[in-house]
């Protein structure tokens, strides 16, 4: 077993926000270390990229130049979910976008912060403004200009298609590419790791 019993059996001793229904958590532990799980369940606020993360990369415009982007649902499905559980979720980017500024609207982001040249110097101020400890931020990131904020936090990940030289500065690479469910794969291993995630599997 690669995942952490004590962690598992801590958090089902305590009430959860979601009826457990038979949750299988070893179904999604077992795919990390017990170091990736031990540091997902002291996560209080999930901050990421959004090209690259919540999509594949590219930027598409059609003819009067209007860019278009493609997200995943399974990610916007979850954000609910973390946000019930106290988890804050939030987009840092170094672009501007109108149709992320809708999207993230849509998913009722705590905040969404576009057009960033200094990353670690928002994600401080933010980490000041709702009174994390770096243990307590995780953030996903899949090129150099995230390299900043991986320096701040306490648990970093990017995507399995990221940069491959970020791949041995992060503490996790999904398994999931960007655009594919990257936020959904690590709001599952945050909250399964908190005790706090409903069942997928009912019997």
Same mark, same amino acid.
């Given at each position: 077993?690669?995942?952490?019993?004590?962690?598992?059996?801590?958090?089902?001793?305590?009430?959860?926000?979601?009826?457990? /229904?038979?949750? !299988?958590?070893?179904? =999604?532990? $077992?795919?990390?270390?017990? *170091?990736?799980?031990?540091?997902?369940?002291?996560? %209080?606020?999930?901050?990421?990229?959004?090209?690259?993360?919540?999509?594949?990369?590219?930027?598409? /415009?059609?003819? !009067?130049?209007?860019? =278009?982007? $493609?997200?995943?649902?399974? *990610?916007?499905?979850?954000?609910?979910?973390?946000? %019930?559980?106290?988890?804050?979720?939030?987009?840092?980017?170094?672009?501007?976008?109108?149709?992320?500024?809708?999207?993230?609207?849509?998913?009722?982001?705590?905040?969404?912060?576009?057009?960033?040249?200094?990353?670690?110097?928002?994600?401080?101020?933010?980490?000041?403004?709702?009174?994390?400890?770096?243990k307590q931020v995780a953030f996903i990131g899949d090129d150099i200009n995230d390299l900043p904020v991986f320096k701040i936090v306490g648990f970093t990940?990017?995507?399995?298609?990221?940069?491959?030289?970020?791949?041995?500065?992060?503490?996790?690479?999904?398994?999931?590419?960007?655009?594919?469910?990257?936020?959904?794969?690590?709001?599952?291993?945050?909250?399964?790791?908190?005790?706090?995630?409903?069942?997928?599997?009912?019997?």
């Open positions: 077993m690669v995942w952490d019993q004590e962690i598992v059996s801590s958090n089902l001793a305590t009430p959860t926000l979601f009826n457990p /229904y038979f949750v !299988s958590l070893k179904q =999604i532990l $077992e795919r990390y270390t017990r *170091d990736q799980v031990k540091k997902a369940a002291q996560v %209080k606020a999930i901050f990421f990229d959004v090209d690259g993360v919540l999509t594949d990369g590219k930027i598409i /415009y059609d003819d !009067s130049g209007r860019e =278009i982007k $493609e997200f995943n649902v399974k *990610d916007g499905l979850i954000i609910s979910y973390l946000k %019930k559980a106290g988890i804050t979720v939030g987009a840092i980017s170094g672009r501007e976008s109108a149709a992320v500024s809708k999207r993230c609207a849509e998913l009722d982001l705590d905040f969404c912060h576009q057009g960033i040249l200094d990353k670690g110097s928002v994600c401080e101020k933010l980490m000041i403004h709702y009174k994390l400890k770096p990940i990017c995507p399995a298609d990221a940069m491959v030289y970020l791949h041995n500065r992060v503490d996790l690479v999904t398994f999931a590419k960007g655009g594919k469910g990257v936020l959904r794969e690590v709001a599952d291993l945050v909250l399964a790791a908190k005790g706090q995630l409903k069942s997928l599997n009912r019997k």
